[in-house]
Nanobody
């Protein structure tokens, strides 16, 4: 079955950086739009960034200019480079793979990785 495995989370001080990775298996990675979402305690899950199969990117306003999403189709991996981190970036970060073809949708989630920004 499809697996998405996130890594790279941890504790970082405000202003610091982290790089998240999400390794995908059992899917044709290059055909999927890949996204990063996050969920803070007591809040709804929200989109952070997405990179399409055509390598277009889109970012939430709160992270634009600080975060960068990229993908390596040869390694079936999507990355999220997070710079200038703020305490409000603290959340569980989830990787998502999504593909829509006419009426069919394939949607997969990873288990999440904790990012904590604190001094």
């Amino acid at each position: 079955q499809v697996q998405l495995v996130e890594s790279g989370g941890g504790l970082v001080q405000p202003g610091g950086s982290l790089r998240l990775s999400c390794a995908a298996s059992k899917l044709i990675f290059s055909m999927y739009d890949m996204g990063w979402y996050r969920q803070a305690p007591g809040k709804q899950r929200e989109l952070v960034a997405v990179i399409t199969s055509g390598v277009s990117t889109n970012y939430a306003g709160a992270v634009k200019g600080r975060f960068s999403i990229s993908r390596d189709n040869a390694k079936n991996t999507v990355f999220l480079q997070m710079d200038s981190l703020k305490p409000e970036d603290t959340a569980v970060y989830y990787c998502n793979a999504n593909r829509k073809v006419r009426q069919s949708i394939w949607d997969y989630w990873g288990q999440g990785t904790q990012v904590t920004v604190s001094s």
